[in-house]
């Protein structure tokens, strides 16, 4: 196996919560030394979420394998100096506290950048370093609510929230692949980087079709629940057995759903439905014949249909069964990571480069690792 991509790299994460650790995680996995510092009255706060994995946090389990932890006081000289000592050789620096937080510890960009001209700075906030919400709190799904995702989601009847942590996770990923980019123009420059993502700003970017949608027409899609609001015909629809889910992209699919499925080759040349727009325009008329034509089959024989007309459909799973996924178990998807309670399952991350198999490192217990940082650091023991 060939040496993992981030292996000699070192990272700073003072981190809490799912944005930051969930960036920092991906560079863990594909083997950087992530450094995560924690406050030593409980360290970091996603710990006490809850103790789903025999008193170990679903989301730190998740978000914090292959991770050093270091319990380091930042409020007192001691702490900040190591701290100091950590981002003098490290690579990379990533937090999400709010804006103006590690200023306050010595760790702002402009302190840091004139003496490790080479470091690749990363904030995660809200909102952004400035504008007049620069200093509100941001959870989750406040960034859901203001970002307008909650107004598209859910039924026509109620808004609802997405069901994971889509604001984290976005603004995560989008820190991860700024870094990348920071790092090959560090690789031509010799020079780091400031880099500042909003959390806000990464689902807004993802609610831009149905903002073109109100620029170009007035009109907001509305909420479809499990069925695309933009798409017709497009999400669950109930069989005489269960829900199938199916999705038509184009009129050549529509034609042979029309034909195939439908039965109904009229269909496809009615001028109502001919084509996206018109359907979406006619969706209660469309749909109601689709709900009549399901209900009378079994999911098996609307899977029978589907394979023949060579449309796009899949199952309404629970979490249990996306779990318990033939595919993942086909491909061999599942791992195990040590953790402070022992082996737990873990899914591989889907990074799939080829010769490089992630690094499933173990979840640290809080400051599992402070003597041996200590240590490489030339120092003594941190009381």
């Excluded at 996995?29 to 103790?51: H, Q």
Aim: net charge negative; hydrophobic share 40%.
């Amino acid at each position: 196996m060939s040496e993992l991509p981030f292996s000699g790299l070192r990272v700073v994460a003072i981190e809490q919560a799912v944005a930051a650790p969930f960036c920092s995680r991906q560079l863990a996995d594909l083997g950087a030394d992530v450094i995560k510092i924690e406050r030593p009255d409980g360290g970091d706060f996603a710990r006490g979420y809850d103790g789903a994995l025999n008193g170990l946090s679903a989301y730190f389990a998740w978000l914090n394998r292959g991770k050093r932890s270091i319990a380091l006081d930042l409020k007192l000289d001691r702490g900040r100096a190591v701290c100091a000592d950590l981002i003098a050789r490290a690579d990379i620096f990533v937090h999400n506290l709010a804006p103006g937080a590690v200023e306050r510890f010595g760790c702002g960009f402009d302190e840091l950048a004139g003496r490790h001209p080479q470091l690749i700075w990363c904030g995660i906030s809200g909102y952004g370093p400035d504008g007049p919400y620069r200093d509100k709190k941001a959870y989750d799904l406040l960034v859901q609510a203001e970002s307008g995702v909650v107004s598209v989601t859910g039924t026509p009847e109620e808004p609802a929230k997405v069901g994971i942590s889509i604001a984290d996770i976005s603004s995560g990923l989008y820190a991860y692949s700024s870094i990348l980019a920071a790092l090959i123009a560090r690789g031509r420059t010799g020079r780091g980087q400031r880099i500042d993502i909003s959390m806000l700003e990464c689902l807004t970017e993802w609610m831009m079709p149905p903002i073109y949608s109100w620029q170009g027409t007035g009109t907001v899609p509305g909420r479809a629940g499990l069925r695309h609001n933009m798409i017709v015909p497009y999400g669950a629809y109930a069989c005489s057995d269960g829900s199938v889910l199916f999705g038509i992209q184009n009129e050549r699919e529509w034609q042979r759903f029309c034909t195939e499925v439908m039965l109904m080759p009229a269909l496809a040349e009615d001028p109502q439905f001919a084509s996206n727009a018109g359907r979406c325009g006619n969706r209660a008329i469309i749909e109601q014949l689709i709900d009549l034509r399901f209900e009378a089959m079994t999911r098996a024989q609307a899977a029978i249909l589907f394979d023949s007309a060579g449309i796009a459909y899949g199952s309404l799973n629970d979490t249990a069964e996306a779990a318990a996924h033939p595919q993942l178990a086909a491909r061999r998807r599942w791992a195990t990571a040590d953790s402070p309670v022992g082996p737990i399952r873990a899914l591989l991350p889907p990074h799939n480069l080829q010769g490089a198999k992630p690094r499933m490192g173990r979840v640290p217990a809080l400051g599992e690792h402070t003597q041996e940082i200590l240590a490489e650091l030339g120092l003594g023991s941190s009381e």
